[in-house]
């Protein structure tokens, strides 16, 4: 049986390799961190999982300003087509050729089930280590709104809809 005296040193010491074991294993570099290289299972496991938590934080249950408004949805067509279609593409739009290099890979928006404040949130904010920016530094909020009311009608994008988001 341990002595109590040994049980600090042994607590102190996990920490210890806890924390400087996975810092040696960065520091050495043999991680390959290039973007053409598939995440291993702690990234694909952790990182969408931590993203989540850190959302669900962060965000409010708000209602988007201009749900069904067809003159907010037609600027957020715009907003989409300049900054947001090269990586997420949009139904029978396909991604740029840009986006087949993104690691982590751009989803498709065509039918997301994050909340009105989840997607108004992401947009604002960008996700840190991944290619979404955030846009909150070059779009008001009202047009961030406007995006999120044009990505909830992808699935229902008309003819001339898409025709615009493949125009270069």
């Given at each position: 049986?341990?002595?109590?005296?040994?049980?600090?040193?042994?607590?102190?010491?996990?920490?210890?390799?806890?924390?400087?074991?996975?810092?040696?294993?960065?520091?050495?570099?043999?991680?390959?961190?290039?973007?053409?290289?598939?995440?291993?299972?702690?990234?694909?496991?952790?990182?969408?999982?931590?993203?989540?938590?850190?959302?669900?934080?962060?965000?409010?249950?708000?209602k988007n300003p201009y749900t069904d408004d067809a003159k907010a949805i037609a600027e957020g067509l715009d907003?989409?087509?300049?900054?947001?279609?090269?990586?997420?593409g949009a139904p029978g739009v396909d991604p740029f050729d840009l986006a087949k290099g993104l690691n982590p890979?751009?989803?498709?928006?065509?039918?997301?089930?994050?909340?009105?404040?989840?997607?108004?949130?992401?947009?604002?904010?960008?996700?840190?280590?991944?290619?979404?920016?955030?846009?909150?530094?070059?779009?008001?909020?009202?047009?961030?709104?406007?995006?999120?009311?044009?990505?909830?009608?992808?699935?229902?994008?008309t003819d001339k809809e898409r025709d615009t988001l493949r125009a270069m």
């Amino acid at each position: 049986m341990k002595s109590k005296s040994t049980i600090p040193l042994t607590i102190a010491a996990t920490i210890v390799v806890v924390l400087l074991v996975p810092l040696l294993i960065l520091a050495t570099g043999v991680i390959n961190m290039g973007a053409d290289q598939a995440p291993g299972l702690v990234e694909r496991t952790l990182a969408p999982w931590a993203v989540d938590r850190s959302i669900a934080f962060r965000v409010s249950e708000q209602k988007n300003p201009y749900t069904d408004d067809a003159k907010a949805i037609a600027e957020g067509l715009d907003h989409y087509h300049v900054n947001c279609v090269m990586c997420h593409g949009a139904p029978g739009v396909d991604p740029f050729d840009l986006a087949k290099g993104l690691n982590p890979s751009a989803p498709s928006l065509n039918d997301t089930d994050l909340s009105d404040g989840e997607l108004f949130w992401v947009i604002k904010h960008g996700i840190r280590m991944t290619p979404m920016p955030a846009f909150g530094p070059t779009h008001s909020d009202d047009d961030i709104w406007k995006i999120a009311a044009f990505i909830r009608h992808l699935p229902h994008l008309t003819d001339k809809e898409r025709d615009t988001l493949r125009a270069m």
